[in-house]
């Protein structure tokens, strides 16, 4: 379950308390888990994924597809539940996908997803929780 806007840390600090040193370098910093190391790569499953910040429910693994990229691939996101932003960051051009509670950050969107919706919504392992469906 999502913890309500009001009752997200506030400040660096009580992220920092909240969170582990790499959730917080990934969430907080923007930083990025080396490819194929993150736990949740090659998960299957029929769950959800939500964010580690947060525990807002994100992607369905229904929408989880191997990309072979090193990290957790989805071709769907419920629009509610993530913002974007550009990023100009390492002298690219990219999309930020960012957890629209928490605004915690998650990874990067691209257009060479399959289909039906053509994206690739690329996420740090780090940067999410595994509920496995009931």
Request: net charge negative; charged share 30%.
């Amino acid at each position: 379950m999502s913890q309500d806007v009001t009752d997200l840390p506030e400040t660096d600090e009580e992220w920092r308390e909240q969170l582990s040193d790499e959730e917080y370098e990934i969430l907080r910093e923007a930083g990025t888990e080396a490819p194929f190391s993150g736990e949740y790569v090659d998960h299957d499953g029929d769950g959800t994924f939500a964010c580690a910040g947060c525990g807002e429910t994100l992607f369905d693994a229904t929408t989880k597809f191997d990309h072979g990229c090193g990290w957790p691939s989805f071709y769907d996101a419920p629009e509610d539940k993530i913002e974007t932003r550009l990023d100009t960051s390492h002298g690219m051009r990219r999309t930020e996908v960012l957890c629209a509670n928490c605004g915690g950050h998650l990874g990067h969107v691209f257009e060479d997803g399959p289909e039906p919706t053509g994206q690739r919504f690329c996420i740090n392992s780090v940067a999410l929780d595994y509920e496995d469906e009931d």
